[in-house]
């Protein structure tokens, strides 16, 4: 249902680096600015990423996001136990009236 | 400090409407500066945004539950409302409300915890 679509998930073992792509369309991604979105089970989805490649205060410089066309990607380096999490883009379509849409979502998994 | 706490029951009947209210602390739901939000995620599944409202009233409805949602600001109590009606099984989810930021850059920057509801008979 998801207009923005990522894999279900990735993987790597601990101090390696994950990327983690969010694929849409000229209606949200190619006009609009992308942000990231990292959530632990049980709790609330945390900003991680807005305007393309700004991290919020407090947020690792691990994690960084970039934007190409109609497609985003967020990396984390220097994976640790921690970053397991599910990770979730999002931007504005602005089909029909507008409305903010989330990606599909990937869980990063720490082997 | 910002914080937003959703409220309301957490069983509902299929068929009928579901009400959620979110009580906003640190910030004002009269600040022009943001847009206040509903974001709902079913068990096990991803994160859809129901809409938004600003503090006129305007919303921006997912053309996905337009003709069944109704979000209202309550600058009083500094509040926002969740209406859903015709509820079904298919509606059972944790219903986050988040502040969004306007502009260029929309994004949501603070969110409650979420209350789950479920929609059963």
């Known amino acids: 249902q998801s207009v923005l679509t990522q894999a279900p998930s990735v993987s790597a073992a601990p101090g390696q680096k994950v990327t983690i792509s969010c694929s849409g369309s000229s209606f949200n991604i190619g006009n609009n600015y992308v942000s990231w979105y990292q959530q632990f089970p049980g709790t609330a989805p945390k900003l991680l990423i807005s305007e393309n490649n700004k991290r919020p205060s407090g947020i690792p410089d691990r994690f960084s996001g970039s934007k190409s066309g109609t497609s985003a990607t967020l990396g984390i380096t220097g994976l640790q136990t921690g970053d397991e999490a599910d990770y979730y883009c999002?931007?504005?379509?602005?089909?029909?009236?507008?409305?903010?849409?989330f990606g599909t979502g990937t869980k990063v998994i720490v082997l | 400090q910002l914080q937003l706490q959703e409220s309301g029951p957490g069983l509902v009947k299929p068929s009928e409407t579901l009400s959620l209210t979110c009580t906003v602390s640190g910030d004002s739901v009269n600040n022009d500066n943001y847009y206040w939000g509903w974001i709902r995620q079913p068990p096990g599944k991803g994160l859809e945004c129901i809409g938004s409202?600003?503090?006129?009233?305007?919303?921006y409805y997912n053309p996905s539950l337009k003709s069944r949602v109704t979000m209202s600001v309550d600058t009083s109590k500094n509040q926002i409302s969740l209406e859903l009606k015709s509820v079904t099984a298919a509606d059972t989810a944790v219903y986050f409300c988040?502040?969004?930021?306007?502009?260029?850059?929309?994004?949501?920057?603070?969110w409650g915890r979420g209350t789950l509801v479920t929609v059963s008979s």
């Open positions: 999002g931007t504005w379509d602005s089909r029909l009236s507008g409305n903010y849409v």
């Open positions: 409202v600003d503090l006129t009233g305007y919303t």
């Open positions: 988040a502040r969004r930021t306007g502009g260029a850059a929309p994004k949501f920057d603070h």
